[in-house]
């Protein structure tokens, strides 16, 4: 289990970022019946981004450098996207259209 194995700092099965599979049955289960993608895994994911992702905008290692290592003021750095303004990683769907 990803638990033992690596650890985490909170409940991850109570906060998780959408369906969560405990054996092979049940990840299969979840993939077959199109739940990995419901409105429930959405809300899921949605609430998982909004608490963990504040700064996951696709700029935060460039801030971390930018500031770190070159030595830029805060307010000279790309502002932070708000999660909700963010254009989400297209579905399977979405992207086979392209």
Known sequence: MY???RG?????LSEAPGQVARDQQEL???FTSGAWRDETAAKLRGA?????CEFDDGHAAERV???AFLG?????????????????APTPEEAARR
Do not use: Q, S
């Open 3 to 5: 638990v033992k194995a």
């Open 8 to 12: 985490v700092y909170f409940d991850l």
């Open 28 to 30: 299969t289960g979840i």
């Open 48 to 52: 998982f981004r909004r608490r963990f």
């Open 65 to 67: 450098v930018r500031h």
């Open 72 to 88: 830029e003021r805060t307010a000279d750095l790309p502002p932070i996207v708000p999660v909700d303004d963010r254009t989400p």
